[in-house]
């Protein structure tokens, strides 16, 4: 491709919008413009980098035995309906952006293919004969994020690799999910990825398998935790870990006693002179159901900890039914500022007995605050929490004294686990932390769509039983920004040699000179011919704009006919550590790995 023909547009200043390396350098580099918030167009030069990706992730996932199809974008309703998801996707994370059509159907556009591949299967899979089965797709997906940000890091429509297996049972998806733990390493060792997998949430399913596949680098918006001795690593939204010891209380006798203005646990602490991993502090939250009916929740647990959002909601989810519900939509701490509950409890002084009975003055709140305990708050003795009063805490408090030992179903891990804890599997190990940007992930889904959308087979015995499932993601959009997070310096993108656009650049320094422009002539034909991508910087520039925007756009490698050419000779200059070659041009074919 010649330069001087194409669409080559670049810019020197840091463009406005772009917070982190990679979205700059993509924007300054050419490679993807902004349509709208979380919107792309992906140029040519980028088009050409998401080309390679897929390819490499057809090569490994055909390798398996998967194969690809393409699945509809629009979605009608009614599948989700059948789902039970159309509620969380449209109104609780409301992610799908829905339309009507003519007929006033109500239809969303595809964010994940779950249940259009539900559809096909329990359509055309009838015996176990045909299984297991593995359909996968590359394709746009759309999701109405909140926060779109970061250039393709979290666009509202990206391109995503997405694959459904489905089996006869538990030990076929494994067996496929092993696989695809393979091919994904694979795929990102191939692209030039300094990558970890690790143990992810798998929202309210439990139980069944997930991991996420993260590219390593500050910007993440994933907090990984990790050991040094390799045994284990997990998101921080389902990490566990041994909590610090309390210390021993020094309040032998219970007594309730006036604090005044110790609303937070440090004030708390400071005032008694004590520990704060001797305090249980409870908190407030309220759960919306998919039916539009609200429940209090009180957790307690030990002052010194946090608490995970993503462990609470999931625990929330296993106990809707006991609500005669599906789902949680939506979970919010309350605090003071929610002043429009019509009620106010003594915030900041919450005791671990605040009345069973409280609740806002709103009908759709269903009776009976749902209390919750985590193990730290538990196993405390001689503590000191609210005595929901103003200004009051008690201070050597026990559970089955002062307040009810609470039910087992009751005692819950909810904790966030945090750099510094000790790992479970050897206390020796503390946690590390690293940032990590999620670019796939692999998940056993198990029988939860099957059965909701009736996707059953025929097995040896002659019963009809659900479909087992396997899902796998892969953001290849995200991936090629990722490529470019990891792999720049100062003056611009050092792409890998397998997702770079073009292996080569010819800069020409001055396109006037006949021998120059001769000797760039015959290498870019010579190296077409041996199969190798390349540039050719044939712009009426100087050499140092040129040079500079080979930098820029991070091609593997720059090759310039110039001063040696007397010789009989180009310098070819690696981009990733800048070393330089004189080299005959019928050398060059061959150092550049044709
Ligand atoms: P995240 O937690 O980052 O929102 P997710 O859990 O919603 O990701 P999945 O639904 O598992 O992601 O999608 C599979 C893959 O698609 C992700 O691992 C990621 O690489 C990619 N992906 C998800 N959302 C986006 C997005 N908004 N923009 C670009 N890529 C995305
Ligand atoms: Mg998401």
Redesign the pocket.
């Known amino acids: 491709m010649r330069l001087s023909k194409i669409l080559f547009v670049t810019q020197r200043q840091d463009p406005a919008e772009a917070e982190i390396p990679s979205h700059k350098l993509l924007l300054r580099a050419g490679y993807i413009r902004r349509i709208a918030s979380?919107v792309y167009a992906y140029l040519p030069l980028m088009w050409r980098v998401l080309q390679n990706i897929s390819q490499i992730v057809r090569e490994e996932m055909d390798a398996t035995g998967a194969q690809e199809c393409l699945l509809p974008q629009l979605q009608p309703a009614q599948l989700w309906q059948e789902s039970g998801r159309w509620d969380t996707y449209t109104r609780a994370e409301g992610?799908m952006f829905t339309l009507k059509d003519r007929q006033e159907h109500h239809l969303g556009l595809g964010?994940?293919h779950e249940e259009v591949i539900t559809d096909v299967a329990r359509g055309m899979i009838r015996s176990y004969r045909q299984l297991p089965l593995h359909l996968y797709q590359i394709q746009t997906?759309f999701?109405d994020?909140i926060r779109?940000r970061f250039g393709?890091?979290?666009?509202?429509e990206?391109?995503?690799k997405?694959g459904y297996s489905f089996h006869e049972d538990e030990p076929s998806l494994q067996q496929t999910y092993d696989q695809m733990y393979q091919a994904y390493s694979n795929i990102l060792r191939r692209c030039g990825l300094d990558f970890r997998a690790v143990q992810?949430d798998s929202g309210a399913i439990g139980g069944a398998a997930s991991q996420?596949?993260m590219i390593l680098a500050a910007a993440g918006?994933?907090e990984v935790l990790y050991t040094e001795d390799g045994q284990y690593a997990a998101n921080s939204e389902k990490a566990v870990s041994v909590p610090p010891l309390a210390v021993l209380s020094p309040f032998a006798a219970c007594t309730r006693q006036e604090t005044p203005q110790t609303t937070t646990v440090a004030a708390l602490a400071t005032y008694l002179g004590c520990s704060p991993t001797l305090i249980v502090k409870n908190i407030l939250y309220q759960v919306t159901f998919e039916d539009g009916r609200r429940l209090g929740v009180l957790v307690s647990i030990r002052g010194d900890q946090e608490v995970n959002q993503v462990k609470l909601f999931n625990a929330l989810t296993e106990r809707a039914p006991d609500y005669g519900a599906k789902q949680v939509l939506s979970l919010q701490v309350l605090d003071q500022t929610s002043a429009h509950l019509g009620c106010s409890p003594p915030w900041g002084y919450l005791g671990p007995d605040l009345g069973a009975d409280w609740r806002p003055h709103a009908p759709d709140y269903i009776a009976g605050l749902l209390r919750l305990v985590d193990p730290t708050a538990l196993n405390l003795k001689n503590f000191v929490t609210g005595a929901n009063q103003i200004d009051y805490h008690w201070v050597g408090a026990n559970w089955g004294q002062q307040f009810p030992l609470p039910e087992p179903t009751r005692v819950v891990d909810v904790r966030l686990a945090k750099a510094g804890d000790q790992a479970v599997h050897d206390p020796g190990q503390l946690l590390q932390s690293a940032r990590g940007?999620?670019?796939?992930?692999i998940?056993q889904l198990g029988r939860k769509y099957s059965k909701a959308l009736g996707a059953t087979y025929t097995n040896e015995k002659g019963e009809e039983v659900p479909l087992v499932m396997g899902c796998y993601?892969?953001?290849?959009?995200?991936?090629a920004q990722a490529a470019v997070e990891q792999s720049h310096d100062q003056d611009g993108i050092i792409w890998p040699l397998a997702i770079a656009p073009y292996r080569a650049i010819i800069s020409v320094p001055r396109i006037t000179d006949t021998a120059q422009m001769a000797a760039a002539e015959q290498l870019y034909a010579q190296l077409t011919a041996a199969g190798i991508s390349v540039l050719l910087d044939d712009r009426p520039e100087s050499a140092g704009v040129k040079f500079k925007d080979a930098d820029l756009i991070g091609i593997p490698f720059r090759i310039v006919p110039g001063r040696s050419l007397a010789q009989g000779k180009v310098e070819v200059v690696r981009r990733q550590d800048r070393t330089s070659q004189e080299l005959l041009l019928t050398e060059v074919a061959e150092a550049l790995g044709a």
């Open positions: 979380g992610i964010p994940t997906k999701r994020e779109p393709l890091m979290r666009g509202r990206f391109i995503m997405d992810a996420e596949f918006e994933d940007i999620e670019v796939g992930h998940f993601g892969l953001g290849v959009s995200r991936l």
